[in-house]
């Protein structure tokens, strides 16, 4: 059963301003296997952004409860392309007082728009 659906949308250009302009936000927002690709090259700001707006999403498919921790939901990208959501810490427990057992993502960009969509479901 789907307890939660989240949208969040990204200003690509703003994004990167942000990443420019504040060197630390990486570091805060992602942990480093977000941050950087399996041969350990950085991530394009973009693929940064559309992370950053399924993290969004996730928390807004949660009802925006207070406390999220950034580094507790994380965004692996599988070798066939899938993004698959990993939670733990403060994400978990407000998953787990929803029953939330499976969570879906989508991410795209595309020119200066990026999107990500999650889903969360429960066994019941």
Do not use: Q
């Not at 690709?37 to 950053?52: E, I, M, N, Y």
């Not at 959501?85 to 960009?109: D, F, K, P, Q, Y």
Request: net charge negative.
């Amino acid at each position: 059963m789907i307890v939660g659906i989240g949208v969040d949308v990204v200003d690509l250009p703003r994004f990167e301003r942000s990443l420019v302009r504040a060197p630390r936000l990486r570091d805060r927002l992602f942990t480093r296997g977000e941050s950087e690709r399996a041969d350990g090259t950085p991530r394009s700001p973009a693929s940064l952004a559309v992370r950053f707006a399924a993290k969004e999403a996730v928390a807004k498919a949660l009802g925006a409860p207070a406390g999220l921790e950034w580094h507790d939901c994380e965004i692996e990208t599988l070798d066939d392309g899938r993004p698959v959501l990993h939670v733990r810490g403060s994400v978990l427990e407000a998953a787990r007082t929803h029953g939330i057992t499976r969570w879906h993502v989508s991410m795209s960009h595309d020119g200066s728009v990026g999107i990500a969509t999650v889903i969360a479901e429960s066994d019941s």
